[in-house]
């Protein structure tokens, strides 16, 4: 069995329970012969109403299982690619910092192509940027006003096939986000 899940004590305050309960819960639902969803679905009536932000909960308690089952690592997803983000707080408009960020990019992203043209939109509270990059890569750069003159800037990458090509884009995201 893997080692517990480092967000196991968050998930046994919010759902006021031990991690033992939870367990059986997700246990009596299938467990490790059910899919990622099926536990969820399973899960997801028992905190309605009893949890706030349940469905944000019970996401991270189902991937906190399977981790623990050893189905998957830290930052896998359940079709077993990888994500990572990476932020910083950075002075600037959010408007502003997503052209500045669009503008250092040529037709590489971490010498990896760019598969068809980037993409960019804003909502009431962020700015956003998105492409599509060779092997099934995806990335976003969001960014959100914090405060006065402040802007959260979070660079997230995801659809990566290893833990290995997960650090690898940490550190790229960690060193292009200081260039903002």
Known sequence: MATRAANIESIEKAFGEPWATTRGRLEDAGGASASHKELADALYPQFEGVVDKHGWWVQGAV???????GRRVPGQRADGTFDVAVSRT???DRSELI???ASLIDDTLNEVALDGDPRTSETAKRSFWRANLEGGIKVEAAAEAKSEGKTLFVLTTSKLPSPEALEEWR???KDFLMQL
Request: aromatic share 18%; proline share 0%.
């Open 90 to 92: 950075i002075a600037g």
């Open 99 to 101: 052209e500045e960020f």
């Open 171 to 173: 550190a790229f995201g």
């Open 63 to 69: 991937i906190a299982y399977e981790q623990e089952i």
